[in-house]
């Protein structure tokens, strides 16, 4: 006999009946009186009486089919009456109308139940109306945005802009917005989420149409409904893009029934009647056992039955089965009867008891029947064949996998009992996401410290209850990525990676993907439920293989993204398409990896990149032939869902990304070549992922930079694999969508101080403004209550300590990955895009979201991680091997944030020395075609802090205005790298084309930038003047504001270049410093003329402070302007100033009135004069005491002298000029320059400038060989006429 609790294997032919009376107590068969007490006991009438045994027909097996016939029978009027309901019209099996009753585009499941909005405002009604009665309908919200449910008439019309309730005699209950609709609108009800039920109740009786969420009434939402002739309601739904919900009319039992309604489908009553008769016989073979021995039956305890293989029992449960398996093909009786008995198995008995029973239950459903869906929990998933079951058939369907691993985020506190959990509530009164802000624990009284412990007490509650959910889902997962259970099939584990990539490829949002399918906050709870298994499988493995490595060192192996084992649909790799890649690469395929492409598989993957149209059904059909003509097996049939309409052209490239390579007969050694070909991901076998013994599977094609010790089982993988997907698909940007719940607490916080701020403040006597206080204090209090508890979930189960730990896994899973992917070379081109992305977003996430709470700082080797990421950033920023514009940004905005913050600055100078300076000759190299405007946001942050008043955070106007968020990088702290800046200073030492090149593409650039900025003011200006009212466009304003935020960083880089290497400027031994000095005198003298003219364009457009325009203003511009001077005049040597000041005097643009304008003068000074005091109506940096230093204001006043000086000086000096000796180009300067061979003559700052992009003269166009100096050309004419 087995032990209680065992499993039982049986199959059909294990049976054979034998009349040999002297096996009856082996074998369990018994006597013809026995078997027939047995089976009146079992299969008795409960409508009827036991009767005698002496009246009793005799039962056996032979005669048991036609007494199951008379006890299953159902009165003919009862099927009959079957979808014939007086108030209803039309087919009794009540579905969505796909044919005709939509409007725009709608995705319908296939049981015509479930609809997903694919278009701007979609409706769909249903195929059945009612028109008189009590009706009821429910529907499953599966994501909470804009829809509008209820009940519209034949004759509404909608479209893409009007839905249900929009119209006359349509009616709709919108809980997004939570308002009800009948073509006006007015609040009504609760806030639904995802995983509500909402019930559509109508009473044509009265008139009158109510809604219910989750079973609670939300009262009666309208009355007086149109009734009478040709007055019939359909149920129906709008919904907008990419939202979904599931209907049920009746097709299964009602979750929330209510008294007096029906629902519009009638439940299958004959058929109900029979299962529950069956059930009713099951019950009692398992509450009567036959005693052959003592030829009686025993009563006993059905939770303590035993599946013995007993031929008279299992005979039974065979006549029963055999009833029983065709009426569980409805959905409503599996979920009615089957789910009712099972779920009353296990609130019955022990867990153990309840284990064993379900256990032996799905043998005898495996034994005896085949069901379609079986949707049972976490004890039908211990059953192998049906979790395998479930994974083929049920558990990816759309949302019906991760819905499992999902915890309902609650809008309603009351309703998830957070109350009770969370009595005392407390909230920060200031918050910093780089870190815990002790100085709030210090400053707190004794009463907030009390309620801050009783909160933090409750949290700790909610955390618990909340971690019992997550292990029970995080066990389903460990159930599902079994594979070990591979006896007489597939392992779980293999039938789970196939599913699991269909559903990240319909979730991915790409070129010519479906939308994204799953909610964002179900990935999120699904990714952390993923981690926990695979790691739990990870480090299982490493204990019974110590050559693998632990999950803390997990990597994905580089081969994994060119041996084609693993489909990565469409998606970006670093290097462009796969197929462009294969294309290009080849070569270095077969000489480091051993790997050479099909020729079909190239010539295919061209044709699909030529061919925009869908490719024909003989072509796709043919594929799998020319595959076969290489060799290898016959490849299955391709997947219907590979054809489906809505995915596009991109089916095109799944059969191109699926590659899988041929399996070697021996081993290979390094000079043999390994042929791929195509094979769809549903194809592959276990061999093809783990791999055989002269087959490596998913790492084929290892190259020499990699480790032959495996990491994991191969299948692991490509499961880690999936889990960074999902991160990059929609987990970050979950993360960031939750911090609101924070900042909605701050923001609240804040206001609640204001009011009991003003409260305090107000006289005693203004009673009526203390009873608007009062009110207004209660208002906040209540909503920081309930967000404060909110937030509390929040903090549990999406930025908790394991939450975060899980993220920083990602996070070093990806720079490991990298990291190996870079040793490879050029094949380092086949890694998805999407591996920078989480890189980057992660560690985004783990820095900005998990704070206060958590701070990054305290996670193991987060120095280490640190620098690892800025190497990789350091690195790849402008690697050539990148070239996704999209992913060259990401990382360079990266790494412009990480120079920002002290800490990752740190670890960018801690990286090897030779990868720093190497980054810093990338941010060197000529600013055109790249984003200059990033790099150059680099280089200030390097700086900021060692400029002329350059040491501030925020801009001086701007200190009494809130910043939208104190986080932005830009709003930190400065914080400059003197390390950086000397491998910028002998970098630019280092060769005499460096310079040069870098400095006039940053003078380009400042030409621009300023040019595009004064224009911008100019229209803004003039539609200001304009009497007519007007509004100027915010983006041109936002542009406006960028081009000057551009000007002042650029200055600020010119500054910076001159400080460190004041020699480029005013080293005239070196060819090109004469050139650039003048150039920059002139873009100086161009920027003090515009900004600091009387009265002028700039002075009105600061005075009008336009929002988006903020940050114009005097000061950031004229101190950068300023620092390049002082730099120039007053820190370089005297040679150098001689030569700085000659140029800027000689410029015709400099005015000595826009110096004096620094220090708010409107004239120069006398000579030997005391400066006056400055007017404070005027523009000064003498007002700027807290940002310029009394040095510094010294240092301008000595420049002001020096200039002041030297004017005078030139200008005595000064000799007139014919203008026939002027540069006909600018009449600035005197002519200085002869072009050679043309004779065409300018001055030497014009033909210089000129040069630079082009070499045509002037005036003729010739090209111009050379230019020699005029008074050399002159002189040598004049010996030759003499001559």
Not at 426 to 442: A, F, L, V
Not at 534 to 554: G, H, I, M, V
Request: neutral net charge.
């Amino acid at each position: 006999m087995a032990s209680k609790g065992s499993g039982v294997s049986f199959s059909r032919k294990s049976y054979r009946l034998t009349s040999d009376a002297e096996k009856s107590r082996v074998t369990g068969i018994v006597q013809e009186k026995l078997l027939n007490d047995y089976l009146h006991r079992i299969f008795s009438s409960p409508e009827h009486a036991p009767t005698a045994a002496t009246s009793r027909k005799p039962l056996n097996f032979q005669n048991l089919p036609e007494h199951l016939d008379q006890l299953l029978h159902v009165d003919n009027e009862d099927e009959e009456s079957q979808g014939q309901v007086e108030g209803r019209l039309g087919p009794s099996t009540v579905v969505l109308d796909h044919t005709g009753g939509f409007e725009g585009l709608l995705l319908v499941d296939d049981d015509l139940l479930g609809v997903i909005g694919h278009s701007n405002f979609g409706t769909i009604r249903s195929t059945t109306c009612v028109y008189k009665g009590k009706w009821v309908y429910e529907v499953l919200i599966s994501s909470q945005g804009l829809m509008q449910i209820g009940w519209c008439t034949i004759n509404c019309r909608f479209n893409q802009e009007e839905g249900v309730g929009d119209t006359h005699n349509s009616y709709a209950y919108d809980g997004n917005r939570v308002r009800k609709w009948n073509v006006t609108t007015t609040n009504y009800g609760k806030a639904w989420a995802a995983g509500d039920i909402v019930s559509c109740l109508i009473d044509l009786d009265d008139g009158t149409l109510s809604f219910c969420l989750n079973g609670v009434s939300l009262g009666t939402a309208f009355e007086n409904l149109s009734r009478g002739l040709g007055m019939a309601y359909f149920p129906a739904i709008s919904l907008s893009f990419k939202e979904s919900v599931a209907f049920n009319f009746g097709s299964r039992p009602l979750r929330y029934p209510v008294a007096g309604y029906r629902p519009l489908q009638d439940p299958p009553r004959a058929d109900l009647v029979r299962a529950q008769k069956l059930l009713g016989c099951f019950r009692a073979v398992l509450s009567v056992e036959l005693d052959p021995v003592e030829g009686r039956l025993v009563e006993k305890d059905s939770s303590e039955w035993q599946l013995q293989g007993q031929p008279t029992v299992l005979l039974t449960l065979a006549h029963i089965f055999h009833r029983f398996a065709p009426l569980l093909r409805k959905v409503y009786l599996v979920e009615a009867v089957l789910m009712s008995f099972l779920r009353g198995v296990v609130e019955a008995g022990t867990p153990a008891q309840a284990q064993s029973m379900v256990r032996q239950v799905l043998d005898l459903l495996w034994l005896f029947m085949e069901i379609h869906y079986l949707r049972l929990t976490i004890a039908i998933l211990r059953h192998d064949k049906s979790r395998k079951f479930l994974l083929n058939n049920v558990l990816f369907d759309v949302l019906r996998s991760v819905v499992f691993f999902y915890i309902k985020s609650p809008l309603r506190v009351e309703e998830a009992g957070l109350q009770e959990l969370i009595p005392t509530t407390w909230w920060p009164h200031r918050s910093s996401r780089e870190g815990k802000d002790s100085k709030d624990i210090k400053d707190e009284t004794a009463e907030e410290h009390r309620r801050r412990r009783a909160y933090e007490r409750g949290c700790q509650r909610l955390k618990k209850r909340i971690e019992v959910v997550e292990e029970l889902q995080v066990q389903i997962l460990k159930l599902l990525l079994n594979n070990k259970d591979d006896n007489g099939g597939e392992a779980s584990r293999y039938i789970f990676l196939t599913k699991f990539r269909k559903f990240l490829q319909e979730n991915a949002s790409g070129r010519g993907n479906m939308p994204m399918l799953c909610p964002p906050e179900y990935m999120v709870c699904f990714l952390h439920r993923l981690i926990s298994a695979l790691r739990y499988y990870w480090d299982e493995y490493k204990a019974s293989n110590p050559r693998a490595s632990f999950s803390e060192e997990a990597y994905i192996p580089p081969q994994v993204f060119y041996n084609g084992k693993v489909d990565y649909f469409d998606l970006q790799r670093l290097g462009g398409l796969l197929s462009h890649l294969r294309k290009t690469l080849k070569d270095d395929l077969a000489s480091k990896a051993n790997i050479l492409i099909d020729p079909l598989e190239l010539q295919a993957a061209t044709m699909d990149d030529l061919d925009e149209d869908e490719e024909p059904a003989p072509a796709a059909a043919q594929r799998p032939m020319q595959a076969l003509a290489m060799g290898g097996v016959l490849p299955l049939p391709r997947p219907s869902w590979l054809s489906s309409p809505t995915l596009g052209r991109a089916n095109r490239f799944l059969s191109t990304a699926a590659v899988s390579l041929m399996t070697p007969r021996r081993p290979l050694t390094t000079s043999e070549k390994v042929k791929v070909r195509t094979l769809s991901a549903e194809q592959r076998t276990r061999e093809d992922i783990e791999g055989s013994h002269w087959n490596e599977g998913l790492l084929l094609g290892r190259p020499p930079e990699e480790p032959e010790q495996p990491l994991t089982e191969n299948s692991l993988l490509e499961v880690l694999d999936g889990a960074i997907m999902m991160y990059n698909l929609s987990v970050h940007q979950q993360l960031g969508k939750m911090v609101g719940v924070s900042d909605d607490v701050n923001e609240y916080a804040m206001a609640l101080r204001d009011t009991e701020d003003k409260l305090r403040r107000c006289p005693k006597r203004r009673k009526d403004i203390l009873t608007e206080l009062t009110k207004s204090q209660k208002v906040f209090s209540e909503k920081l209550d309930h967000l404060s508890r909110r937030l509390a979930w929040v903090h549990a189960t999406v930025y908790s300590q394991e939450k975060m730990l899980d993220i920083y896994w990602l996070l070093r899973v990806c720079l490991r990955t990298i990291e190996h992917g870079d040793r490879t070379g050029s094949l380092f081109a086949f890694m998805p895009e999407f591996y920078l992305s989480v890189a980057i977003n992660s560690y985004s996430a783990l820095k900005n979201y998990f704070g206060p709470v958590h701070s990054m700082e305290e996670l193991p080797g987060y120095e280490e991680t640190l620098t690892r990421l800025a190497a990789i950033l350091a690195k790849h920023f402008a690697d050539t091997r990148i070239v996704g514009t999209d992913i060259r940004d990401s990382l360079m905005q990266a790494l412009a944030s990480y120079v920002c913050y002290p800490h990752s600055l740190r670890a960018v100078e801690r990286i090897p020395e030779e990868q720093r300076i190497a980054m810093v000759r990338s941010l060197l190299a000529p600013y055109e075609q790249r984003p200059w405007a990033q790099t150059n946001w680099i280089l200030v942050r390097l700086w900021r802090g060692c400029g002329f008043g350059y040491r501030y955070t925020r801009l001086p106007h701007l200190l009494k205005t809130k910043p939208e968020d104190a986080n932005l990088p830009s709003l930190q702290k400065p914080c400059p790298s003197t390390l950086l800046q000397q491998h910028m200073a002998d970098l630019l030492r280092e060769g005499p084309d460096v310079a040069p090149s870098f400095l006039n593409s940053v003078l380009n650039q400042l030409n621009w930038a300023f040019s595009e900025f004064i224009g911008m003011i100019q229209e803004i200006q003039q539609a200001a003047e304009r009497l007519e009212r007007n509004f100027v466009d915010s983006r041109q304003l936002k542009v406006c504001a960028t081009c000057f935020d551009l000007s002042v960083s650029l200055l600020r880089v010119l500054e910076m270049t001159i400080t460190l290497v004041p020699e480029i400027f005013l080293d005239w031994a070196r060819p090109t410093s004469e050139m650039l000095l003048r150039r920059l005198a002139q873009l100086l003298n161009q920027v003090l003329n515009r900004v600091t003219a009387e009265r002028n364009l700039f002075d009105r457009v600061v005075t009008l402070r336009l929002p988006g325009l903020e940050s114009v203003d005097h000061y950031p511009i004229l101190v950068a302007v300023t620092g390049i001077l002082v730099r120039l005049l007053v820190h370089g040597p005297a040679s150098g100033t001689e030569r700085a000041t000659s140029v800027l005097l000689a410029d015709p643009c400099f005015q000595l009135r826009s110096i004096c304008y620094l220090l708010g003068q409107p004239e120069p000074p006398t000579p030997g004069t005391a400066l006056p005091a400055p007017d404070r109506k005027r523009f000064s940096l003498q007002s700027y005491t807290d940002y310029i230093s009394v040095e510094e204001l010294a240092q301008v006043e000595q420049m002001l002298a020096h200039l002041t000086s030297a004017s005078a000086q030139a200008a005595a000096a000064s000799l007139p000029t014919s203008e026939e000796d002027l540069c006909p180009i600018c009449y600035a300067h005197p002519i200085s320059a002869v072009f050679q061979p043309c004779g065409h003559k300018s001055c030497k700052a014009c033909i210089n400038q000129h040069l630079m992009n082009n070499k045509d003269c002037f005036f003729c166009k010739a090209t111009i060989m050379s230019v020699e100096d005029w008074e050399k050309a002159a002189s040598a004419s004049t010996t030759s006429s003499a001559a």
